[in-house]
């Protein structure tokens, strides 16, 4: 069996046995608060881990591009929310072909896109269930008022081949009280008005660790739990020793005492760093921070007895590790030093 | 033939005339100053455009991984130079594979560099250019003074396999002078060595216009010039009307007045802003801002008249187009709304 010494560098390498205790760790929580956990494959990208997450316990998993729920329903999975405003021809008639094998929900935040999918979807017996993306404080997409959200749903409620669905919400974060509040009053507006509303989906990974099951939220999304990272460690959802994806990457020179370069740069650790101070975190070697990135090498700054050579090989845990999958083609299983298998990340790269 | 409204979005729109036309400035500048020009194919990772650009009157290309190279080799280019520390078995391996039929140059900063290729390249009939990377001032590779660099050039020159090439900077933004400097002092501690320095290569597209012809440098690596972007526009390298690149998107959210999401966010725009305020210029819309990125969702700003429509579609110009590419399947020639050509970006995710 390979092991990551036979890998060259950049790599992923993914800890097989942390990403599945995170699975089990959120799945347990998300039973025992009584929430249906739908994980968002944004992070992973991978059938294999979705397919994980299911056996699980999810209900189902979340895509945020048509392609990659074409890449799930193909790898078999049968349960797949979309919460997205899809607009256009070309993505409607892929849509509507999803719908035919998958068991497919999506959201709308405006009437154009309900007018769009009630043109499409027509069929009364087997209609689309469609949620009305809620904006609870974010300030992205999103109705701004629980009136908003009623109109809307009852735009839904009177398209032949639409059903509403109830709402959805990426909350702000560490707003999860406010999302609550939102929430629970347009609820009582949809009540009022004769709609009802029995699925509440709310995201985030920090945030679903503080729901509770008093919650109106009836199912979350996280993505980012599978693996982990430097940003949800300083969120307090894990240790640095919980974060299941790492870059191997080779010290490629030390110009100086306290500079060494890695090849791994914004092309292979990207440079979002969700406003966290550093590039990543470099592990077993204190005092050494990746205090910049070029396209194609990370500068790493020495401090103190943090003492690294030419051509030995590090792991960086990224500040963000969704963006970082994003940039690979392939992942690699581990176990230990062990390579268990390489995987190739087969919905990167659906733009549409 | 297609159009852009036949595309779904995102999708990368490459203007061909114009980045026709900046190769061809470019190679008007370098033919006056007397320079060679290597373009860096990590902008475009096309072997499409590296023949345009060889065509134009380039002396060859640089790749900064090996994949890359291979991929250009593969595609009949034939001499590349790699600005990089080649190390560890595997790699090297591939370096010789890739001796073996192109025109090969690479560098070196640190005597573990020299070493692993003296010992894979053996060959005194067929040796390879090792060329050593100097830090002028911007604080990445390279050896720190002159003196490290007649060391290092004197190791690689007693190396049967081995014939020492030259000197290679990536300059610090902006101070050209500091690196001229350098060079040349570096340049004649070689000479005073007995050691010959024929070959000085300089590297980015803005300092490439500040160049003049009484420089030390003999070749540059400019990458970013075929597409330019909206940070060379602001180093005043072109106008935004000479930007090759950008990507297509469409408006699905419109939840305030002052608020529009697009279809692009950081896994099609990058988070990398050089800096930059905003994330990508809108093309047409003034008044309308690209002021956040989730990995998914473009936000923009509107002010004063600025109008988008939920549907409409945009163009937006990156902030660092190197990085787009690296995150997009294909790229989409066009010539006004007319798609000449949909491209695979051949040597994308060729980490190693």
Not at 169 to 188: D, I, S, V
Not at 199 to 222: F, H, L
Request: hydrophobic fraction near 40%; aromatic fraction near 4%.
């Amino acid at each position: 069996m390979p092991t990551i010494h036979d890998l060259d560098t950049p790599s992923i390498l993914i800890d097989a046995a942390r990403a599945e205790a995170n699975i089990t760790r959120a799945q347990a929580h998300a039973d025992r608060q009584g929430l249906k956990l739908r994980p968002h494959i944004k992070t992973h990208k991978l059938p294999y881990w979705a397919k994980k997450q299911i056996a699980a316990g999810a209900v189902g998993i979340t895509c945020q591009k048509i392609g990659e729920a074409e890449v799930m329903a193909d790898a078999g999975l049968t349960d797949i929310f979309l919460p997205y405003n899809i607009l256009g021809p070309a993505k409607l008639a892929r849509l509507l072909a999803l719908h035919g094998r998958v068991t497919l929900s999506v959201t709308a935040d405006s009437v154009d896109t309900i007018e769009g999918l009630a043109a499409t979807f027509t069929d009364g017996g087997h209609r689309l269930s469609v949620l009305v993306e809620c904006d609870t404080g974010m300030g992205r997409c999103g109705v701004q008022s629980a009136s908003e959200a009623v109109a809307l749903a009852r735009r839904i409620d009177q398209a032949v081949g639409l059903a509403f669905g109830g709402l959805m919400t990426y909350p702000a974060a560490g707003r999860a009280e406010e999302a609550e509040a939102w929430l629970a009053n347009a609820k009582q507006a949809l009540a009022a008005s004769g709609l009802a509303c029995e699925r509440i989906s709310s995201g985030g990974t920090p945030d679903m660790w503080r729901s509770s099951d008093t919650s109106v939220v009836t199912e979350y999304r996280p993505g980012t739990y599978i693996y982990l990272d430097r940003f949800q460690v300083t969120k307090g959802v894990g240790t640095i020793d919980d974060c299941a994806l790492t870059v191997l990457s080779t010290v490629v020179s030390h110009p100086t005492p306290a500079r060494a370069i890695l090849d791994a740069g914004s092309k292979a650790l990207s440079s979002d760093t969700l406003g966290l101070k550093d590039f990543g975190e470099l592990l077993g070697t204190p005092g050494a921070r990746v205090t910049g990135l070029s396209e194609e090498h990370g500068t790493v700054t020495l401090s103190g007895d943090a003492k690294l050579r030419i051509g030995d090989r590090v792991r960086v845990v990224p500040d963000h590790c969704c963006v970082v999958t994003n940039l690979f083609n392939e992942v690699n299983l581990i176990d230990g030093d062990r390579v268990l298998e390489t995987l190739t990340v087969e919905a990167r790269g659906r733009m549409a």
